[in-house]
């Protein structure tokens, strides 16, 4: 059975640093592509970070330079590093894996495994 489970989310101020991680259960890491999503609610998931299987990387135009993904095969865990967070980074964050071939790679439907979402909120 795959799970993936997001952890390390929470309320921050501007200017602040976390790091979310994601336990993948089930599956060998390191055989896939990993992505972090972010929702806000009454928008679509957008696509903030992406690691291929061969360490390929990217981001989004509004998290580059801010936010590093990263992978540890062997502790089965994905990380999204996050620094100078803005409250406009404040969504759900989820993890989820890749099957390519992508015809979209930004598209959420492109990804079959998700975590359930862990809340970062930027504030004041």
């Known amino acids: 059975q795959v799970q993936l489970v997001e952890s390390g989310g929470g309320l921050v101020r501007p200017g602040s640093s976390l790091t979310l991680s994601c336990a993948v259960s089930?599956?060998?890491?390191?055989?896939?592509?990993w992505t972090w999503f972010r929702q806000t609610p009454g928008k679509e998931r957008e696509r903030v970070a992406f690691?291929?299987?061969?360490?390929?990387?990217a981001y989004a135009d509004s998290v580059k330079g801010r936010f590093t993904i990263s992978r540890d095969n062997g502790q089965r865990l994905v990380y999204l590093q996050m620094n100078d967070l803005r409250p406009e980074d404040t969504a759900v964050y989820y993890c989820?894996?890749?099957?390519?071939?992508?015809?979209?790679?930004?598209?959420?439907?492109?990804?079959?495994?998700w975590g359930q979402g862990t809340q970062v909120t930027v504030s004041s």
């Open positions: 089930g599956l060998t890491l390191a055989f896939y592509d």
């Open positions: 989820a894996r890749g099957l390519p071939p992508y015809t979209d790679p930004l598209s959420p439907r492109e990804y079959d495994y």
């Open positions: 690691i291929g299987k061969d360490n390929a990387f």
